[in-house]
């Protein structure tokens, strides 16, 4: 598998893929390595007792987690977006629908979010800084708008309709992204259209300038 270190990655850069030296495999196996690093996080995580709760092993693996995720996560997304092999760009569209519907597997985790609760009610909490308060206090709105403070049946239900909504964002995406659409028009008729864009956009030889269903042109 292609790692950051064999492709050089700069100091100080927490991600640098070049997906030209990758395959379709290396963006599946870096996806399942993802999930499975981030799994025993939050298995940790929910499996500690309510009365040993602090900052140490509840709040700082959440963020930590929140954070090597994030960066792992979106490099792989890319792919799907950027690269030049169908093969690597399908199972970068494959990759992301396992970890988003991961995502919402811990999301709706109540044994972390009753966890987190109790964390809440101690002395510590009341002492954190202004942003790691945020952070918790996010962290609990969240929970109760995905329902964890409902029963298990509701629960459940809100798990799969969360599901289904990101299983269909990400086949829209990928259809944007294989999408071959496109329009011609003359400079005039882009009036407004920032000059940048303008002077980025392919010309065909009557001069009039090529318009995808891509970002940026859809949504510069």
């Keep these: 598998m292609v790692s950051e270190a064999s492709l050089g990655k700069p100091a100080g850069v927490q991600s640098d893929y070049d997906f030209r030296k990758m395959s379709g495999e290396d963006v599946s196996k870096a996806a399942d390595q993802l999930i499975e690093d981030c799994r025993k996080v939050y298995d940790g995580v929910g499996n500690i007792k ?53 995502s919402v597997e811990m999301a709706m985790r109540k044994d972390i979010f009753d966890n987190l609760v109790a964390f809440s009610k101690t ?28 029963p298990e049946d509701k629960r459940k239900e809100i798990t799969e309709i969360k599901k289904k909504i990101s299983e269909l964002g990400v086949n829209f995406n990928k259809n944007l992204n294989e999408d071959t659409t496109h329009l011609w028009f003359g400079r005039e008729e882009l009036d407004g259209v920032p000059e940048d864009l303008l002077d980025s956009l392919e010309k065909n030889d009557e001069g009039k300038l090529k318009v995808t269903m891509k970002y940026p042109h859809f949504f510069p």
């Design 50 to 102: 309510p009365d040993d709760v602090t900052f140490s092993n509840i709040l700082k693996p959440l963020l930590d987690v929140d954070r090597d995720s994030y960066t792992r996560g979106v490099a792989l997304q890319l792919a799907g977006m950027v690269a030049l092999d169908k093969e690597v760009r399908d199972a970068s569209c494959e990759a992301e629908k396992k970890m988003d519907e991961f």
């Design 123 to 150: 002395g510590e909490a009341g002492g954190l800084d202004p942003e790691h308060k945020r952070y918790l206090d996010r962290l609990l709105t969240e929970g109760k708008r995905n329902g964890l403070d409902l």
